[in-house]
């Protein structure tokens, strides 16, 4: 059972997208970096549903637990609920599907919905109270910040150890692409972990950053975490990836994820089939770093992944469609927010529980049979 002095703020060794004490929450605005850190003040789940479609917050592990403790504080805080047990698991369950509508691409979000309703069913099978349905609900959305940053510890651990040995090099060059850091999850991060975990344990030559157009996840945020971190990074052009590798100056991808489909099948920030790409034809190894909770063995292939598109604005304008307008007026847009990824493309999933790999009778992944292993 979470205490009440769960507590998790930024600091000046660490980056958090996150900061909240039992009653309060507070997210880092995002579409404000590098330039200024600011934390806008979330008081219920509707300040938590238009920061993350809003990309006041992003990240698949970061949507979820933002979304899960802007329900929590709101819960805390309502002093006038007077309904029964039943009106508190409608209440909660309706606030859930209501956050689950924010950014519908991102796996982890829809698995935190389900095991909060979960949580909330198990806690009216065992009491009349509704305010000890919302206790069993906050301690719940709490335990999931804490189990997030060791997940990502994890990630990181396991990803690193795996590149050292299948490269058996001493200077690596790993190259990323959009934001997978403590800007996105609960802290730490997972694709970026994995950089972080090299680079501490001595093996880390040169992080490579991509852009990430349009919003700049990766000049905006990865390059503000990587700098912070002083981690030795280059960044560049989302179009520059090719180059990179054909020049030998990549020995490893190392990308995020929202959903995994249960053949490998990878959705992630659009561009990320593009390197893949390039990354195969160089013979460059492309790994996807991603907990178990990104993982959706209800979807046969990445056909099944609903993809979001963004608006125009994006595009047309700079600064994510905050800035100047840049494009001709009157020209029509396309802005798919994700791609998937085919898992022919990928060399290993990296998890929290290990590293997934492919079968030796042939070339896919049995991700089914992992996850059973491993839970």
């Known amino acids: 059972m979470a205490s009440e002095s769960i507590e998790v703020a930024a600091s000046s060794n660490t980056l958090q997208a996150i900061c909240y004490k039992r009653g309060s929450l507070q997210l880092l605005d995002q579409r404000k970096l590098p330039l200024e850190s600011i934390y806008l003040d979330i008081q219920d789940s509707t300040d938590g549903w238009n920061a993350i479609r809003d990309m006041v917050v992003r990240g698949a592990p970061a949507i979820a637990i933002a979304a899960a403790l802007s329900l929590a504080v709101e819960v805390f805080n309502l002093n006038n609920f007077n309904g029964s047990d039943g009106d508190a698991v409608s209440f909660l369950q309706k606030k859930l599907e209501y956050l689950l509508s924010s950014r519908p691409t991102a796996v982890n979000l829809s698995d935190a919905a389900k095991k ?11 009491t009349s109270e509704a305010r000890s349905i919302f206790q069993a609900y906050v301690e719940a959305a709490e335990v999931m910040l804490e189990d997030d940053v060791a997940s990502n510890r994890a990630i990181g651990s396991y990803g690193a150890s795996f590149i050292q040995q299948l490269t058996e090099k001493q200077n690596l060059s790993v190259l990323t692409h959009c934001n997978t850091g403590s800007l996105a999850t609960a802290g730490y991060g997972t694709a970026l972990g994995v950089i972080r975990a090299l680079h501490s344990a001595g093996v880390l030559e040169r992080a490579y950053c991509t852009e990430t157009r349009p919003f700049n996840q990766g000049s905006r945020l990865t390059a503000f975490e990587l700098v912070h971190d002083k981690i030795p990074a280059t960044l560049i052009a989302d179009s520059a990836a090719a180059s990179l590798m054909k020049a030998g100056r990549v020995d490893a991808v190392v990308v995020g994820a929202d959903r995994v489909a249960s053949n490998g099948d990878t959705a992630n920030k659009i561009g990320t089939y593009s390197v893949a790409l390039c990354a195969k034809f160089h013979n ?24 979001e598109e963004r608006s125009p604005k994006e595009l047309l304008n700079t600064r994510g469609g905050l800035g100047e307008q840049v494009a001709a007026s009157g020209i029509s847009v396309w802005n798919p927010a994700f791609d998937v990824t085919p898992a022919d493309l990928i060399s290993g999933i990296i998890t929290e529980k290990g590293v997934i790999t492919k079968t030796s009778a042939g ?12 839970s």
């Open 363 to 374: 070339d896919a992944f049995d991700i089914k049979a992992f996850v059973q292993k491993t």
């Open 116 to 126: 909060l309703k979960q949580v909330i069913s198990n806690a009216a099978a065992t």
């Open 284 to 307: 460059v190894p492309f790994y996807v770093a991603a907990p178990l909770t990104s993982i959706d063995l209800s979807l046969s292939s990445g056909q099944e992944i609903v993809i």
